[in-house]
């Protein structure tokens, strides 16, 4: 049985993450628009090798965007090294009419795409922002901004007044990744925002200094020698400071900075500007930014003049719960016209929806339903339409599956354009004249596609190919819909068959589990074909070893409407508990192959809190979790979480929340593991968690991973290995085989995604 299980081990490794990569070809088309033209490229992983591709969106053509041959050579000749045509050393480019930019290692390089010389212009500067035209690189040290000119690479020092806790450019220390980029030696960017015409950015000077203290010790610092501490400014849930945030304009020819005269903005959990929630109007002259109160019960539209310093507040919507700007927190559905309206997504009547507020702040009603507008695509001034994306809107369509649609600005009838059971991810154009839509389900491989305002197509771009992931056992898992616990609200699960699916014997049954409330769960898209993010990320590998493998989006999670997600705050602590089990039971009754004497249960971050939670309230049902960087006790973790989804300390209970108040519940088989060194999800968490457990004469394990931040990304492949054997000694009633997982490799796409 140890050798079947070493090949299942084998299989199971094949279909990680980071090598999926190598089994799905020409994925999804990424566009990058240049500047503010109608003309992108893209990165394209073919079987034979990376093209990159450019398209020119206005003459529908696309083709080479150079001559990968020639580049390679030259290339080669610059840097004295043999250089694939195929596997070029480089992910972005820079593109002219006549010349091309890459960087390779720490260089920067021209290549022209006349001769195919090569000149290495000098250092890459990773860790600076550069305008949308290259001329301009803003950096950060010692707290303070300069600029630099990299046609003579001259740096200017633009502040001077910035300090610890009091920094320009850089993101909140709770959420700054700092332990990663220690692990993986990167160093991010500044947080900036250029003007399209290249001539000033907008960023914000971050105050920390009023914040408490968090601290971690690195037990095994990489030179060896003593352990290390690091202490980091972290607010956590009613706390009486949280970070906040001026902005500032700075003009790239002189300097000359203006700040924005507002209060300070709450910036208690990812800074504004990364999340996209701070951009520019199309004439560089007008900066607009998006705020929330404590607890997100107020979100605001600023206006700020570069020229003067003034602030307008343009729409403010108040709520008894949070106010969002699409279905997931990060969302921004708000365009500011020419003509000075606003087109404004609000969830007001409970579903997300569109409205429009006239320059004299009177408001229409764009869009209305009972169902979800999720994705404003762009907006045709001139003929008053807006593209948009929405879910739910057909009788029986899949309530995640978004579609395309047209409607006038003024409202009224709107139109269909793609409402065919596939899920759509619009990438417009800055301009929004043009937009790549790449088109997947769970069982359909992305098909990228070139469509201009109103949604025609105009060209065909890639069809993913995902031949070798079907030769390596995957099958597409199964959408399902059953009833909640309280036997009328529709759930939407999915459903992973183990490899070699047998339905005349039965299988253990792994519940893959994310609570929200700030994403869903079930996966909607065919393996890195883009779209929302959802959080099931391993359900394929654990198939492959031999089990059934859930994912279920029950009440508290996103993506539907604004009481379907507030059940994470009203609906009783146990509520998301017993949808998991009354939406397995129901699987189970109609395919008997799911062993529900055998179910375990595993996630990470919240779906750490949430395994370990279902094992106590649920201790009959569930006997085997896996729980890692669990966020046990919410009102101990970020300001930000606890008080936007669930509340503030004198609105919500977190006492019986935490899972510390029911650890006597423990009955089967508990792992809990934590990063040592996570800077997010803080492994005192855990470890209070391990205190009550300990009080409370329980047996459980325990695995801290020296070194790792929340991401885990530290030593996980040892990691990865523990977690499947864990499942199948105590659910699966196997010995583990004697087995390694390769070490995972350090993807600059992986960590792109992850840094956002």
Known sequence: MSTDLAGRYAKAEALLAHNLKKLVHSQQVRPNWIRDTETFWYRNQTAEGVRFVLVDAEAGTQRPAFDHERLAQALGAVLDKEVDPAQLPFFGIELTDDVVRVVDGEQRIEISLDTYAATILGPAHGSETRSPDGRWSVGVRDHNLYLRDTATNEERQLTSDGAEAYSYGTPPDSTANRVMQENLGFTTPPLVVWSPDSTRFVTHRLDQRDLELMHLVRSAPAGGGRPTPMTYRYAMVGEENVATADFFVFDARTGQATQAKSEPVRMDYLSAIAIGHVWWNAGSTTVYWLSAGRGGRTARLHEFDPATGEVTVLVEETSDTNVLHGPQFYDRNVKVLDSGEV????????????????????????????????????VDEQNRRVVFTAAGREPGADLYVQGLYSVSLDGGEIT?????????????????????????????????????????????????????????????????????????TDLYCAIYKPHDFDPSKTY???????????????????????????????????????????????????????????????????????????????????????????????????????????????????????????????ATYHAWWGERFFGLPDEFDYGPHANAADVGNLQGKLLLAHGAMDDNVTPHLTMRLVDALIDANKDFDLFIVPNADHSMFHQQAYWLRRRWDYFVRHLMGETPPSYRIADVPVDPEVIAAYMG
């Open 343 to 378: 087109l404004w997504w609000s969830e007001r009547t409970g579903w997300g929806q569109l409205y429009r507020y006239a320059a004299d702040g009177t408001v229409s009603t764009v869009t209305s339903g009972d169902w979800l507008a999720r994705t404003v695509v762009g």
């Open 416 to 488: 269909a354009i793609a409402s065919d059971g596939l899920d759509h991810d619009p990438r417009p154009s800055r301009s929004g004249r043009f937009f790549v839509d790449v088109m997947s389900r769970v069982d359909v491989p992305a098909v990228s596609v070139l469509r201009d305002a109103t949604g025609a197509v105009v060209l065909e771009l890639e069809r993913a190919d995902a031949t070798a992931l079907y030769a390596a056992g995957w099958s597409p898992p199964e959408r399902v819909v059953v009833k909640a616990a309280d036997g009328v």
């Open 508 to 634: 253990p049954v792994l519940d893959e589990i994310y609570p929200g409330p700030q994403v869903s769960t079930t996966p909607i898209r065919f393996p890195l074909s883009g779209g929302v993010l959802t959080a099931e990320r391993h359900a394929a590998p654990f198939a492959a070893l031999g089990f059934v493998v859930v994912a279920v989006d029950a009440r508290g999670t996103a993506m539907r409407h604004r009481a379907f997600q507030d059940h994470a705050r009203l609906g009783g602590d146990g509520e998301f508990v017993a949808d998991h089990v009354a939406a397995i039971k129901q699987l189970g009754q109609t395919r008997p192959w799911l062993d529900l004497d055998r179910v375990g249960i595993y996630g990470h971050s919240g779906g750490g809190y949430a395994s370990t939670r279902s094992m106590l309230l649920a201790p009959d049902f569930f006997k085997v979790a896996v729980s890692s960087a669990g966020d046990h006790d919410d």
